[in-house]
């Protein structure tokens, strides 16, 4: 029952309680596996990004308990009917979450990114475990300028082409990660993290991934480890 203030009236999906709430919210979930589609659609470049939940108003969506009891699963497998786990927007936080599943659409770039989040500028992931998700480029994470992954592991993640684990574009932060047996395609780079045109790798772990070139890390363009 709206406006969703006690667990009493509480909201039967995330993207329910986030489609009512206002910037500077505070969305609480409590233990679950979210597998149901509350998706949410965007047209971003060329083709469109299906997501199970969209963080798109500045709100903070928490765990209550971590992502050992609190799973987000996507769809797959890739292409049009794919549906990725989080979309996490500018000055919004996911936190205590495991994405897992997750895929994205192939027909292009930036709509066939970040099987398991896709954080736009100053979108933030933190305290997540994101896994066994599938993408074109960016198998668990797209990461756009400013936005930050902390906390987090990201593992067992595979992209067609670049970045099995986590792909930065134009800057992005991956801080105190593990970064842990992603794989790219025959042709990929950057197994455990593509850097391309910016990005920064801070106190990680990057162990047991596998790509044509750069079998952890490859950076193109800029970017610091």
């Not at 996490?88 to 599943?101: A, E, Y």
């Not at 986590?166 to 990929?188: E, F, K, M, Q, W």
Request: charge should be negative; glycine fraction near 18%; include cysteine.
């Amino acid at each position: 029952t709206w406006p969703f203030t006690s667990w009493g009236t509480a909201a039967t999906g995330i993207q329910i309680a986030i489609s009512a709430s206002y910037p500077d919210d505070i969305i609480t979930v409590t233990n679950g596996t979210y597998d149901y589609d509350q998706a949410f659609l965007f047209v971003i470049g060329p083709g469109s990004m299906r997501n199970r939940i969209a963080l798109t108003n500045q709100v903070e969506v928490r765990s209550l308990n971590g992502p050992a009891v609190t799973t987000i699963i996507g769809s797959g497998p890739p292409g049009t009917s794919a549906i990725r786990c989080a979309y996490v927007g500018s000055n919004s936080l996911l936190s205590g979450f495991t994405l897992i599943d997750g895929c994205t659409p192939t027909n292009g770039f930036p709509a066939g990114t970040g099987g398991g989040a896709w954080l736009d500028y100053d979108g933030r992931v933190s305290n997540c475990v994101i896994v066994a998700n599938q993408a074109a480029w960016g198998g668990g994470v797209y990461c756009r300028a400013g936005s930050e992954v902390v906390g987090s592991t990201v593992a067992a993640n595979t992209a067609t082409w670049d970045g099995g684990g986590v792909y930065c574009d134009l800057g992005g932060t991956l801080r105190d990660c593990a970064i842990t047996s992603n794989a790219c395609g025959p042709s990929g780079y950057g197994g455990g993290v593509y850097c391309f045109r910016g990005g920064t790798v801070e106190q990680c772990i990057v162990l047991g991934n596998t790509a044509a070139g750069g079998g952890g890390i490859s950076i193109a363009g800029a970017g610091v480890v």
